[in-house]
DNA sequence: GCCGTTTTCGGCCCGACTGTTTTCAGTCG
């Protein structure tokens, strides 16, 4: 039973007990150990067959029972009973907008609704608005979210939420008395994808900066009207929320947007404990009742006795643990970024020339870069046969003469075929800087077809490089079927030696796993 | 159900908004 399994399992336990009012700490128990397993880098399996379950947090003795239970029968007899006391298929209610474990249970114990089209055919009918607290507004409504749920756009890569962000960002700058407008939310945490924008900033006057913020031209939909918050969803269904606060609360509003939320429950408990309270508008002392404001996130974490903890580092992990001992990792910045291995022109299927994307790697202050089109096979992307790689080579070496500070390395990317063969000859392969391998088509193969596939390319010592090892697609494409274990165990790290004169690189390994649609 | 700078028991993040209500329950992030 793989990790993704017992995730379900625990999620739907945790959805089940909430539609049967459980103690709500319970409840949590359960999300917080599928939150575990969930961003767990080892395979649980493993850590049962080694007696390690309990180094997990949030696993106790009964969860790690039940854990036990799964792995060595498949099956939870807790689970199973649990799911028999509901109708099948009734916690899909509560994906819908605006419905909770309360609503659907009302639903189902009066109107007999146990799917979504039951709901919407019971809303339609106007059964729905008669109910107890419900009435027309509150139906109205979720027919709506229903609506919205069944056209729900997935995740967006954070490439293309980024412009969406700048776009609105412009149009509201103007407004009088507002400023620190920025992202919060997963983007500034830079998740690979985002579900919705989070948008904070301060002002003295929040009702003229909410109203300006609903009245938008690209809203289709408001979903939510306060006078601090505000929710909307874009032409495009994309929601975007808006917080905002007074001025001098923004470190503690920036950190309380952030997230992510398991970061901040983490926080919260921890900061209880020592008696402070944290929220949106900032610190209170629980012994003297007094609020203390922060400007700044990083005062907000100093007076926790913290590190200041980056933003990409909060997801709920341990950094928190760590930024108590002040050994949070030091993350790579731009700067720290000296070239890039895998680069295409529009040799291949790119649109810039060589010269453009030497210049450019000027300009982020690179040292060298690769040019890897992509190799013959690659038809559909225009992939280049043995005579124009010759004349690409020809290229690459004019203009390593013109830019003695840049080295420009003649590579491929050269194409993984089903059987593992590669799409060229080893002598063409030998006679360039670099190789990077890629499978690009039947994704569709079995782990075992794919994994020796892989591994029979990468035993070919001109392969430097196997570039995007998983061959997903941000809200695209899944990843394939490969077992990394057995490719990193078979040949260890893939590492390129290569050493330029006075260069001094002697060790780097890349690959890229592609923001927003990367060039395959 | 988990967990501990005070605890092996008694806590468990915090606040905003909406709709149906005359004071709050439910949902969300």
Not at 77 to 93: H, M, N, T, V
Not at 136 to 156: G, Y
């Amino acid at each position: 039973m793989n990790n993704k399994e017992i995730v379900k399992v625990f999620q739907d336990i945790a959805d089940l007990l909430e539609l049967k009012g459980e103690n709500p700490f319970k409840i949590r128990a359960y999300q917080r150990a599928a939150f575990s397993i969930e961003h767990l880098s080892e395979e649980v399996e493993q850590l049962v067959s080694e007696n390690r379950l309990r180094e997990i947090p949030g696993i106790g003795e009964a969860i790690g029972k039940k854990i036990s239970e799964l792995v060595a029968t498949h099956r939870l007899r807790y689970y199973d009973e649990l799911k028999s006391e509901f109708p099948k298929g009734i916690s899909a209610l509560l994906n819908i907008p605006n419905v909770g474990p309360k609503t659907a249970m009302l639903l189902t114990r009066e109107l007999n609704i146990e799917t979504v089209d039951d709901l919407e055919r019971a809303i339609k009918s106007g059964k729905v608005a008669m109910l107890p607290r419900m009435g027309d507004k509150t139906s109205d409504n979720i027919l709506r979210s229903i609506r919205m749920l069944k056209d729900k756009t997935n995740r967006i890569p954070i490439g293309q939420a980024l412009p969406i962000v700048d776009n609105i960002i412009k149009r509201l700058q103007g407004v009088t008395g507002l400023r620190n407008l920025m992202p919060a939310g997963s983007l500034r945490r830079f998740m690979e994808t985002v579900g919705d924008i989070d948008l904070l900033g301060t002002a003295d006057n929040t009702e003229r900066v909410m109203e300006a913020f609903i009245s938008l031209p690209q809203v289709k939909q408001v979903l939510v009207a306060g006078t601090t918050k505000s929710s909307v969803i874009l032409a495009g269904d994309f929601q975007v929320d808006l917080r905002i606060v007074e001025h001098d609360a923004f470190g503690s509003l920036l950190q309380h947007f952030t997230g992510s939320k398991q970061h901040n429950i983490n926080l919260r408990e921890r900061s209880l404990r020592q008696d402070l309270s944290l929220s949106e508008y900032g610190i209170t002392d629980l012994k003297t009742g007094v609020l203390e404001k922060y400007a700044t996130e990083e005062s907000f974490y100093r007076r926790l006795g913290l590190q200041f903890i980056p933003p990409e580092l909060r997801e709920g992990g341990d950094e928190i643990q760590k930024a108590q001992v002040n050994s949070l990792p030091k993350l790579v910045e731009p700067s720290d970024i000296k070239g890039d291995l895998h680069i295409h022109t529009g040799w291949s299927d790119g649109h810039a020339s060589i010269e453009e994307m030497v210049e450019e790697a000027r300009r982020m202050g690179y040292q060298y870069i690769a040019i890897t089109d992509h190799s013959v096979g690659r038809g559909i992307a225009r992939g280049l046969d043995a005579e124009r790689l010759q004349k690409q080579k020809n290229e690459i070496c004019d203009l390593n003469k013109r830019y003695n500070n840049m080295h420009i390395l003649a590579g491929i990317e050269v194409d993984i075929r089903a059987d593992g063969s590669l799409d060229y000859p080893d002598e063409l392969l030998s006679e360039l800087d670099i190789v990077c391998a890629a499978v690009h088509s039947g994704l569709n193969q079995n782990r075992n077809q794919m994994t020796e596939r892989v591994l029979k390319a990468i035993a070919n010592p001109n392969i430097n490089i196997l570039a995007h090892p998983t061959c997903r697609q941000l809200s695209g494409r899944d990843p394939i079927e490969l077992d990394m274990e057995a490719v990193f165990h078979t040949h260890g790290y893939v590492t390129f030696q290569y050493r330029p004169q006075g260069m001094g690189m002697d060790h780097l390994g890349a690959e890229k796993g592609g923001l927003g649609g990367f060039p395959e």
